[in-house]
């Protein structure tokens, strides 16, 4: 069995936070999700036809705004779901398990990585409430703890598989 302690517990307390800051960017995206849909009739029935017929137009933010959050709370659910799997492989520590937990957190983490690049648009095209700004900003910050999260991982899956090898497993 696998004994490392300090890609383990970097594991271990980087899950707790992606959990913790996924739940947030579900909330803050299902909320905006939420928003959208009981605003949208009112305020898109005054455009233009070419942007009355958009079928993801956001009564608050700019055109990208539809978009981002859609794919924020895809990624916010995702996340969710492979933090408290990965928490589960990460307490068993054994070779099936991280390789498990690598390959959850590697498409979690590219989907977060998609939802961060639809954040950069967003702000490069400003025009957004206070609600988009800190979901765009815990998207950027999200992105990069999943990033040590999955290094950490693969931390752990790589001295396994050494473990292994060296016949110690």
Excluded at 50 to 67: A, E, Q, V
Excluded at 96 to 106: C, I, V, Y
Excluded at 139 to 145: D, G, K, L
Aim: include cysteine; charged fraction near 10%; glycine fraction near 8%.
């Amino acid at each position: 069995m696998a004994t490392g302690g300090g890609a383990k517990s970097a594991a271990y307390v980087l899950l707790l936070v992606n959990l913790v800051l996924f739940f947030i960017v579900t909330v803050i995206a299902a909320w905006a999700m939420n928003h959208g849909i009981e605003r949208s009739r009112e305020t898109a029935s005054v455009l233009s036809i070419p942007l009355r017929i958009f079928p993801i137009y956001f009564p608050m933010g700019n055109m990208g705004t539809g978009f981002f959050v859609i794919f924020s709370l895809i990624a916010g659910v995702v996340g969710i779901a492979t933090s408290l799997t990965g928490l589960h492989n990460v307490f068993q520590w054994d070779a099936p398990s991280l390789h498990t937990a690598a390959a959850s957190s590697l498409v979690s983490w590219s989907l977060t990585l998609l939802s961060m690049g639809l954040a950069c648009k967003e702000i490069e095209l400003g025009w957004t409430t206070g609600n988009l700004r800190t979901l765009e900003t815990i998207t950027i910050i999200v992105s990069a703890t999943q990033l040590f999260s999955t290094c950490a991982i693969q931390a752990g899956v790589e001295e396994a598989i050494a473990e292994k090898m060296a016949g110690r497993y």
